[in-house]
């Protein structure tokens, strides 16, 4: 059932809470291609999602911790809460932004790749960001502290 939601009041019970970022999920156009790219720009891992999803129709992107934090799906993969989605730019969606590790080496990456990106350092918290486009035109924000 859907239903829409007046203004909730904020939580306030210690039994509920957010804990983290759980994943991102994208569809893509080439399947293969986008997990190509988040593995050698990010060096995370692809691994088949579970049944009843395929390595045809999904692959699951680990980081170093073994945590599936980016889900690639084809157009045509099953879904859950099934509504029109398409590859491309984003929608309401602006950025998925990551906390990362290797501030140099990603430039290098980058670089080597040709990719386009856009650096932005944040003096105030030690931060600094660099934006790129994933294959699909998932904006992606990439994060440095003390780097």
């Avoid at 893509?28 to 009843?52: C, F, I, K, M, S």
């Avoid at 809460?81 to 980058?110: F, M, Q, S, W």
């Avoid at 960001?129 to 502290?145: C, M, R, S």
Wanted: with cysteine; net charge neutral.
């Amino acid at each position: 059932m859907t239903r829409k939601h007046a203004h909730l009041p904020t939580a306030t019970a210690p039994d509920v809470r957010v804990e983290a970022l759980d994943h991102v999920n994208i569809v893509a156009a080439d399947l293969d291609v986008t997990a190509r790219w988040y593995g050698e720009l990010l060096g995370l891992e692809r691994r088949d999602a579970p049944p009843p999803l395929t390595p045809l129709t999904a692959a699951w992107m680990h980081d170093a911790a073994g945590r599936a934090i980016v889900h690639i799906n084809s157009v045509d993969c099953p879904r859950t809460y099934d509504r029109e989605v398409r590859p491309g730019p984003t929608g309401a969606l602006h950025h998925v932004a990551l906390r990362c590790g290797g501030y140099r080496a990603t430039l290098e990456r980058l670089e080597r790749r040709g990719l386009a990106y856009r650096i932005n350092r944040v003096e105030a918290i030690g931060l600094s960001q660099i934006f790129t486009l994933d294959p699909n035109g998932v904006l992606l924000e990439l994060n440095f502290f003390a780097e």
